[in-house]
Each structure stands twice: as C-alpha cells, then as structure tokens.
C-alpha cells in the first residue's frame, strides 16, 4: 500500500505548477479582456507565466523519456509533477531563464532535471532524452503561432496578439539555443553518446559554464544580429510578424512603460 500510494504521489500534478499555470489564465484572461489597468504588467504576467509553464514541461519531456528509457529513478525525485522547485537547481531552471527574458528578451534554457544515465542502456535512448526538451518548445512554439499560420486573429486583441508573439519568439529562441552542441545545453546531450570518451573526458570540465558563455557571445552585436534574424526567420514563416515581437516586449517591459495600442497602427 505504502509503494502504490508513492508512486501515485510521484505521478500527481504539484500544486505549484497548478497554481502558476492558474495565474498565468488570470494574466491571459486580463489581457484578453483589457480588465487590467496596466496591460503591460497583465503581459509580463501572462508571458513570464506562460514562459516558466514551458520550462517545466521541457523538464518533464526529459524526465518522463528518461522513465521509460529506464532511469525509474525519476518519479521518487519528484520531476514528474511538474513542481519547478524539485529540479536540480531551482535557480538555474526558473529564475536565471526569467531574468533572461528580461534582461535579452531571449528564451535561455536553465538548469536541468538529474538523470542516472547509467541505467539508460543505448546511444539512442540517451540523444532522445536529450532532445525532448527542446523538441517541447518546438511543439509550444506551434501552438503559440498556431492562430498566426492559420490565419485565426480575428477577433483577438491586438495586446494578447502581441504577447503570443512574443512567447513565441521565446520558445523559438529557446529551442534553437538548446540544440546548440554546446557542452551544457541538450544540442550537446544528443551528439555526446556518439563522441569517443577522449571527447568526452575533454569537454566535460566546460559544461557547467556552456550556458553562461552562449549568453555572452549573444551580447556580441554581429552574432546577436545573425541570431536574430534566424529567429525572425522562423518565426515570419510561422506567420508572426517583427512588429508582433517587438509590440509584444514593449508591453512586457511595462516598468518602461507601457504603450498605448490607440497611438500605432500596423
């Protein structure tokens, strides 16, 4: 009775992840309704939900493949309900995303759930588990731009269209920075059971710093540039439009100071 009732625990949706995701519908729901008095703050509110919603489901999409890819280690350690606060490094999972996105305006993966690898037994069991995280803002970058690509906006508010573009722009930038083969991130976890171990011992000591080093070469203009066109790329042949991006982190910097929709047309 003991180990039934435990692992349905591990398997039940946290309360804090049902708790972010209802205020990030509150957010969605005021910016909607143009209930909010400030629509930038109902934005930062909604996006920065909506963002760290993405986050815990990229863990998830690790975990979960890991479980059945072998390591049934991962229920006990609580990745699969969701909660934020039971991953490896709280901190590097949520709020060093978070702050990217208001420092950059980028989608920066964070930290990462643990797995035993070495209950995991094929090269490919190991590069799938890798990749389902950023294949999972792959997916969440569709369904954000899905009212863009099929042509579905009208009737939606210009504010809340902004915001779904601006999500988008962090799921796609999170997605193409995770599969970046850079010791670190998950682009570098899919190619690494295939390297030799001479590889791997080799780059092993940089992976801690992979991220924060992405981060810096994003701050050089030209590559920043280079990025962002890619990113603008993508996203314009899912329909979102630069306009929509750049409306959308307006708003979302509301501490700047929110624009008024009534004072620009498209």
């Known amino acids: 009775m003991t180990t039934a009732t435990s692992r349905r625990g591990d398997n039940r949706i946290s309360p804090v992840f049902l708790g972010i995701a209802a205020i990030t519908a509150v957010a969605g729901w005021a910016v909607w309704t143009d209930f909010a008095s400030q629509p930038g703050f109902a934005v930062f509110l909604f996006v920065t939900g909506a963002w ?3 986050l815990c489901l990229h863990e998830y999409a690790h975990a979960r493949t890991a479980l059945h890819s072998g390591d049934i280690s991962i229920g006990a350690k609580g990745y699969l309900t969701l909660n934020p ?3 490896t490094h709280a901190l590097l999972s949520i709020v060093l995303p978070v702050l990217f996105v208001i420092m950059g305006g980028i989608g920066l993966p964070g930290g990462a759930v643990f797995i035993e690898r070495g209950r995991i037994r094929g090269r490919w069991r190991h590069s799938l588990i890798s990749a389902a ?5 792959v997916l969440f970058a569709i369904v954000c731009t ?14 809340f269209r902004y915001a779904l573009g601006f999500l988008a722009l962090l799921q796609v930038t999170a997605a193409i920075l995770n599969f970046l083969p850079v ?11 295939w390297l030799s171990q001479k590889i791997r011992r080799q780059v092993e000591p940089f992976a801690p710093f992979g991220l924060l080093a992405v981060f810096a070469v994003l701050w ?15 996203l ?5 439009h630069e306009w929509d991006t750049y409306w959308g982190l307006q708003f979302y910097r509301f501490w700047q100071g929110t624009p008024e929709i009534s004072t620009f047309t498209q």
């Open 133 to 137: 995280g950023p294949l999972t803002n």
């Open 146 to 159: 899905a009212p863009f690509w099929l042509d579905a906006l009208d009737g939606v508010p210009d504010t």
């Open 236 to 240: 314009g042949a899912l329909g979102v």
């Open 85 to 87: 606060l039971k991953y």
């Open 220 to 234: 050089i203009p030209d590559i920043n540039q280079w990025f962002f066109d890619a990113v603008d790329w993508v």
């Open 52 to 54: 760290v919603v993405s």
């Open 183 to 193: 010791p670190g991130l998950d682009g570098y976890g899919v190619i690494e059971p």
